[in-house]
């Protein structure tokens, strides 16, 4: 049993939680509308759940489902007599029974999980009008996606083995699923922050917050996106891609710098070539504001599966072609094995070379070459995906750009080859 200093200590709490969601009910509650539980029954409910769950720590367990049982049967009756008087809701009714566990649990040692259930429940009782809102506002292709990228995230990846299987041991189901995960994640995502933010906006931070994860899956995303968006609007897409493919070089310098910081310090002046590059080509193309009609949203599907699924294939063959080549070439062959590794990820090679320079196997220079290599291969790489899956429109707009960008970042690997 608790201390009695304890006891004070866990009644407040529990209080303190009740007290914050009757202020809330009665703070919502319209004229007209039946009150059932407020200010001053919200706590009593909760200090309620918290002396059951006292007496059912004593040894005394009959007492909280009995008390459970009597708060359920007066809730049941406050909700048949408000039905009766026309008031159809049970929110209120609901969360007294919520209000009850929360403080049993409080009894039972679990202050913090119920103190922050609470805290949650009364922030989607305090955003009533906002979620409506939202629910009017979705459209029957929106919820689809969402149930479809449930299905791929929540219970279809947790059960593919994360093992390795087939020839040289690098086909992980888990991982390649995965990178489905990321591409409907991009596009879902993306979707969202262009009907909050406008194309222009929602777009950027896409690919800024993207590219952080896989410049790749980014480009491969947007890209479907740009095919099914109007041509006017392929300079904002492309703006993503290109703001995703920047902070690609910039990934690659902070993991070689966790592995190797002395290789890390080396790359930082090549770099800059691709990277002044890409930022030079993102300020030009956020410059370029199309007319408000030129802005508006017209993406049809939040998320194409079937795309993403492919891509995942693509993504597990270049996994093979890249292991084989390092199979056959080894360490001898690092670039051709940093050329080829990059056109799936840059950060395998990145972290392969960087631990091979640390370990003093590979000098610095050759190790550096090969990551920016890497590099400049996935830049091919993704203009490709990009001119193939965007269409004629971003074509135009993104080839020059990546042109220029992966010339750049082949500069910059025959600078730190030669360093």
Known sequence: MPTYPQIAWQGAMALLMGLLIGLEREHSQRENEPLFAGVRTFPLIVLCGYLSGLLTKAGFAWVLPVALAGTCAIVVAAYIASADGGHKGATTEFVAILAFIFGALTALGFIIPAATFAVVTTLLLSIKAPLHHLAQRIREEELY?????????????????????????????RIIWWM????????????????????????????????????????????????????????????????????MFFRQLLLTFVIDPGLARTLILPAILPVAIGIAAGIYLWRQRGSEQEAALQVKNPMELWSAIKFGLLFAAVLLVSRAAYQYFGASGIYAAGAISGMADVDAITISAAGLSQQGVLARNTAGAAILLAGAMNTLVKGGIAAVVGGPALRRVILPIFAAMALGAVAACIIAARA
């Not at 299905?151 to 189901?173: A, D």
Request: charged share 10%; net charge positive.
């Open 180 to 247: 489905v995960v990321l591409i409907s994640a991009v596009s879902m995502v993306g979707y969202v922050l262009m009907r909050l933010l406008g194309a222009r906006q929602g777009v950027a931070v896409t690919g800024a917050l993207g590219g952080l994860a896989s410049s790749t899956a980014v480009t491969f995303g947007l890209s479907q996106k740009a095919r099914e968006a109007a041509d006017a609007l392929a300079k904002y897409f492309a703006l993503g891609i290109v703001i995703a493919s920047t902070i």
């Open 145 to 173: 996606a969402v149930l479809k990228f449930g299905i791929v995230s929540v219970i279809v990846l947790p059960l593919l083995p994360n093992r390795t299987y087939g020839p040289f041991q690098v086909l992980n189901p």
